[in-house]
């Protein structure tokens, strides 16, 4: 099956710095990589994703980036804020088009935004 | 759109008692539905797929009869976790989908077993 691995586990910056979260997948078949925020206690809540088809994807100060051959993809967030603080989840799935497809997490990072 | 509640937020049980938390998709029709357990500082593991009207396919190492999984509608999967013990306890996420679009996830029920 499907094989997420993560790092770093965890991320301590400085306001206004950038922050960079890496992912490698096993399963040359995953061709949809969501990105999750979690808070303590809450749900995870999808702040980007990206399908295979695309190299990169940016959504204001969010932004992620796929490299198929090498099977890793990247999350780069820039500018960061207090309110960034949190847990960030990356996942690896077969075709989110498609029904039952499941979601293999990574291990999570911890990021933490220092004022 | 596309709202997933779950209920209850939380609960206490003894342990040997079962305990049910259901998961509900509230504006959409779910084809599918996953159950997830995170045990704290940990990442989510899947449990469960469910289709509606069909039984739940169970991830290596997770008991069928420990944890049972009821998806009886297309907005409706129940979580049944039988003779529950301490190590049971965890946060037990949901998520619902329907065709071409991604996982929705519920609040999560926190369950402690004494």
């Known amino acids: 099956g499907e094989n997420v691995e993560q790092h770093p586990s965890t991320l301590s910056v400085q306001e206004g710095d950038s922050a960079v979260i890496k992912c490698t997948y096993s399963?040359?078949?995953?061709?949809?990589f969501p990105w999750y925020k979690q808070e303590l206690g809450k749900r995870p809540q999808l702040i980007i994703d990206?399908?295979?088809?695309?190299g990169e994807k940016k959504d204001q100060r969010i932004a992620v980036t796929l490299n198929k051959t090498a099977k890793h993809f990247s999350l780069h967030i820039t500018e960061t804020q207090p309110e960034d603080s949190a847990v960030y989840f990356c996942?690896?799935?077969?075709?989110?088009?498609?029904?039952?497809?499941?979601?293999?997490f990574g291990t999570g990072t911890q990021l933490k935004v220092e004022l | 759109g596309a709202v997933v509640s779950q209920h209850p937020s939380w609960v206490i049980c003894k342990s040997g008692t079962s305990v049910k938390i259901e998961c509900r998709s509230l504006?959409?029709?779910?084809?599918?539905m996953f159950w997830y357990r995170q045990f704290p500082k940990q990442s989510l593991m899947l449990m469960a797929t469910?289709?509606?009207?069909?039984?739940?396919?169970?991830e290596q190492g997770v008991e069928k009869d420990k944890f049972l999984i009821n998806h009886a509608s297309l907005t409706l999967s129940t979580l049944t976790v039988t003779s529950a013990h301490p190590e049971d306890s965890s946060f037990y996420i949901c998520?619902?989908?329907?065709?071409?679009?991604?996982?929705?996830f519920g609040p999560g029920t926190r369950l402690t077993v004494t």
């Open positions: 998520s619902a989908r329907r065709r071409g679009y991604e996982q929705y």
């Open positions: 399963d040359s078949a995953s061709n949809y």
């Open positions: 990206i399908r295979s088809n695309v």
């Open positions: 996942a690896a799935s077969k075709d989110p088009g498609g029904g039952g497809n499941k979601l293999t």
């Open positions: 504006d959409f029709q779910a084809t599918t």
């Open positions: 469910s289709n509606e009207g069909s039984k739940a396919t169970y």
